[in-house]
């Protein structure tokens, strides 16, 4: 019956290499008998720069040294195998005569794993060495795992790009014409639950929406995708497109969130009629969209698009109501996620949306474009990029009259 541990078993069962260097010819032949009669192999060296050769050519599990060699001792020897990448996890015990507390204390600092008194005592020996075997075993396996680990992250951080790729396909292209509609979408390092898509109705209305999944990953990405998907069809969901509450209180009914692996979204959901010039508009705990039109001061009035609500999921009694209002000629909408605004300052502060509507009306009065309201964003919040993913619309309304 074998009472050897699986972790003794496997080093036994392989060729394990041990390298000596000794510049006392007679030290070699004892440790070589000595680890040989225990199933290893054994290289020598008899200098300290041959030791390094050695090690660089074999590769050996376990390093036994003298620390007091000409030209080069022990101590310097082992430093330059710790250096190296593929030889740092080898076992590496200093041979020595010195037993005070202070040259042990200087020999680790300088990376030894162990100490081998003299005269060499061969049962102590063995001993050593087969601790110091179930060590650099142990750390093979750590590598190894470690190694293991980053292979899996790549690959998931692929498969997260393919995704992120995808959710960025699906999104609709430019609009022009009477409405004119341009767009940032910015995934952050995360896969996250932003998607927005807008399209026509019929020949006078146009469906506008944003929502925002709560959380990261694909467990955000994927029920955004399949409200993307509901809202496309137009028939799985039974609710009056037209009218932006039905909408919403459809959703809600849908996607309850002890049903959805307790994730919510927000959503900023509207119907321009570009006949009457109205937009019908309701809202489930999102940003609210930004009107923007100008006064006969030539200044920007800003009037904020949102309706009292919750985010869809949270509560299944949650009612959903209608907004209406007047887009005048000249106007913007800008329709955003909470990433544009919640944005980390360099004092560890959060930006706001009082902050992010101050600086949108500044861009405007500029004419400056989305990109440079981004870059704008980035200077005022010392921030390079954006944590979260970062959504943002622009709408803009000829200045003609539309129906013309």
Same mark, same amino acid.
């Given at each position: 019956?074998?009472?050897q541990?699986? =972790?003794m078993?496997?080093i ?8 000596v @260097?000794d510049?006392?010819?007679? @030290?070699?032949?004892?440790l %070589?008998q000595a680890?040989?009669g ?5 290289i !020598?060296?008899?200098? #300290? ?5 050695q090690?660089?050519k074999?590769?050996p599990a376990m390093i ?10 022990g101590?310097?020897?082992c430093?330059n195998?710790k ?5 740092s996890?080898?076992?590496f015990?200093l041979?020595? /005569?010195?037993?005070t507390?202070?040259? %042990?204390?200087e020999g ?7 100490f081998?008194?003299k005269?060499?005592?061969? /049962?102590?020996l063995k001993a050593r060495v087969?601790?110091?075997l179930? !060590?650099y075993?142990s750390?093979?396996e750590l590598q190894?795992?470690a190694?293991?680990?980053q292979i899996?992250k790549?690959l998931?951080?692929?498969e997260?790009?393919?995704?992120a790729?995808?959710v960025?396909s699906?999104?609709?292209a430019p ?6 509609i341009n767009y940032?979408f910015?995934?952050?390092?995360q ?5 927005f898509?807008?399209y026509?109705?019929?020949e006078k ?9 709560? #959380?990261?990953g ?11 998907n509901l809202l496309r069809?137009? =028939? !799985? ?5 037209y009218?932006?509450s039905? +909408?919403l209180?459809?959703?809600?009914e849908?996607f309850?969130?002890?049903k959805?692996?307790?994730?919510y979204f927000?959503?900023?959901? #509207?119907?321009?009629?570009i006949?009457s ?7 489930a705990g999102?940003p609210p969209?930004l009107l923007?039109?100008q006064s ?7 009037k904020?698009?949102i309706?009292?609500?919750?985010p869809?999921?949270?509560?299944a009694e949650?009612e959903y109501q209608?907004a +209406?209002?007047e887009i005048q000629?000249a106007s %913007?909408i800008?329709v ?7 944005v980390e300052?360099?004092? #560890?502060?959060?930006w ?6 101050n600086l ?15 870059e704008a964003i %980035?200077t005022a919040?010392g ?6 993913d970062?959504?943002?619309l622009e709408?803009g309304?000829a200045? /003609?009259n539309?129906?013309?």
């Open positions: 019956m074998n009472n541990s699986p =972790t078993r496997q036994s069962d392989s060729q394990i290499k041990i390298l @260097i510049d006392d010819r007679i @030290i070699q032949i004892v %070589k680890l040989e225990q199933g290893y192999e054994v !020598l060296a008899s200098n #300290g720069q041959q030791g390094i050769e090690a660089y074999h590769h036994i040294c003298d620390w007091q060699m000409d030209e080069m001792d101590l310097e020897v430093r195998i250096s190296e990448l593929s030889l996890t080898t076992f015990i041979l020595t /005569s010195r037993t507390v202070e040259d %042990k204390v680790l600092d300088n990376g030894a794993d162990d081998l008194s005269p060499i005592e061969i /049962s102590e087969r601790a110091g179930r !060590l075993q750390n093979q190894r795992l190694e293991d680990l899996q790549q998931l951080e692929t997260l790009h393919e995704a790729d995808y960025t699906i999104l609709p609009m022009s014409g009477l409405v004119t940032r910015l995934p952050s390092n896969l996250g639950g932003d998607c898509d807008y026509w109705l019929d209305n146009l469906v506008i929406y944003l929502l925002d999944v709560s #959380g990261h694909l467990a955000a990405a994927l029920p955004s995708i399949s409200v993307h069809s137009q =028939t !799985l969901l039974s609710a009056n497109f009218q932006p039905e +909408v209180n459809a959703l809600n849908v309850q969130m002890e959805h692996n307790a994730r927000t959503i900023w959901y #509207g119907v321009l009629n006949e010039h109205q937009l019908t508009y309701s809202t999102h969209a923007l039109s006969t001061d030539s200044s920007i009035n800003i904020q698009l309706t009292p609500s919750m869809i999921g949270a509560f949650g209608n +209406v209002c000629p %913007k800008y955003f996620s909470d990433g544009v605004y919640e300052q360099r004092d #560890g502060n959060l706001n949306l009082k902050n992010f509507i949108l009306t500044k861009c405007n009065q500029q004419a400056l474009d989305l990109d440079h309201i981004l %980035k919040t921030s390079k990029t954006f944590t979260d970062c959504s943002l709408i309304f200045d /003609s539309p129906t013309a």
